[in-house]
């Protein structure tokens, strides 16, 4: 198959090479504009091709869809990064025009499915927990999540009135060893490994759950080989809660550090106090049980030594 990935040198579409690139008969093709990606991310494999490329002009990405026939896009190209989504809102919106270039150019060339990378920001606050696929209202104000909940309504619309078939896939917070420090498991485990200062906002009892990336990436691949969640929503993360205090505990545990934990005035925007997703699809999606936060982290110090 041939399969294209934009965003492909972050954290998450670089992890998905990884995987497709274990059968030989895959193609990938990723596109990225190093924005957030980074070089060292693209896998080095025969298969896989990189093209430097911004998916939101349209004069850059049309020619890639030209020259391969794709069988499944995985539209993963976005603006990230709570500061910078803050900070740098107008760029931001500016994906929407991505996201319809990629839906426009999987029409025209015969794209079997596109599968989306949403957020759980699209949630905003939650009114109950666990945040579920159907019946969670999407009240989040955010340019970011904004975006997020306009990109899926697109997804949505394009089946409608084309037949182009997509899996929407609601990321809750993942880590893993390519992640890059401006996330917070990836912040802490550094800082802590060097004894340097964590600082955490407000008093830190905000909850959130952790997903391994295996687990991601387990769980997207199967959707696309096994032909599951065709124009449907999936919550991918792990529903086991923990507040950000008890993130912080656990890792000065594991790496025996002596960092102190720094309070900062909480923010403004952006930091939810609670998030947990019902994870029912996911884990019809997946052959084992979850990764621990745990074993996770360990995983990732093992990468780190």
């Avoid at 693209?42 to 911004?54: G, I, Q």
């Avoid at 150019?105 to 159907?134: C, D, I, M």
């Avoid at 619309?157 to 917070?184: A, M």
Wanted: glycine content about 6%; some cysteine.
């Amino acid at each position: 198959m041939n399969i294209l990935i934009t965003g492909g040198a972050g954290f998450i579409p670089s992890s998905l090479a990884d995987k497709l690139l274990t059968d030989q008969e895959n193609t990938v093709v990723l596109v990225d504009n190093f924005l957030t990606g980074k070089q060292e991310n693209v896998p080095r494999h025969p298969n896989c091709k990189f093209v430097n490329c911004d998916v939101n002009n349209y004069e850059e990405i049309a020619p890639i869809f030209s020259s391969y026939q794709f069988d499944f896009v995985f539209h993963y190209a976005a603006v990230v990064g709570v500061k910078r989504t803050l900070a740098h809102p107008i760029m931001v919106l500016d994906d929407i025009q991505g996201i319809k270039n990629i839906l426009n150019l999987s029409k025209r060339t015969g794209v079997k499915r596109v599968f989306f990378a949403s957020s759980s920001e699209v949630y905003g606050e939650p009114v109950h927990l666990p945040q579920n696929e159907h019946t969670t209202p999407l009240n989040s104000r955010l340019p970011y999540a904004i975006v997020k909940n306009v990109g899926e309504s697109y997804f949505r619309s394009y089946q409608q009135e084309f037949g182009l078939d997509y899996t929407i896939f609601r990321f809750f917070n993942t880590y893993g060893p390519k992640q890059s420090t401006d996330f917070v498991m990836s912040k802490f485990l550094r800082a802590a490994i060097a004894n340097e200062p964590i600082t955490i906002y407000g008093d830190g009892s905000q909850t959130r759950t952790f997903c391994y990336i295996d687990d991601n990436i387990n769980a997207c691949t199967r959707a696309m080989q096994q032909d599951l969640f065709v124009n449907d929503v999936i919550n991918v993360g792990n529903d086991e809660i923990v507040t950000i205090k008890q993130l912080v505990e656990l890792i000065l545990k594991i790496t025996g550090s002596k960092s102190e934990i720094v309070h900062l005035p909480p923010l403004p925007d952006g930091d939810m106090t609670r998030r947990q997703p019902d994870i029912t699809k996911m884990r019809q999606l997946l052959s084992q049980p979850l990764t621990t936060l745990e074993d996770g982290i360990q995983r990732i110090l093992k990468t780190l030594q």
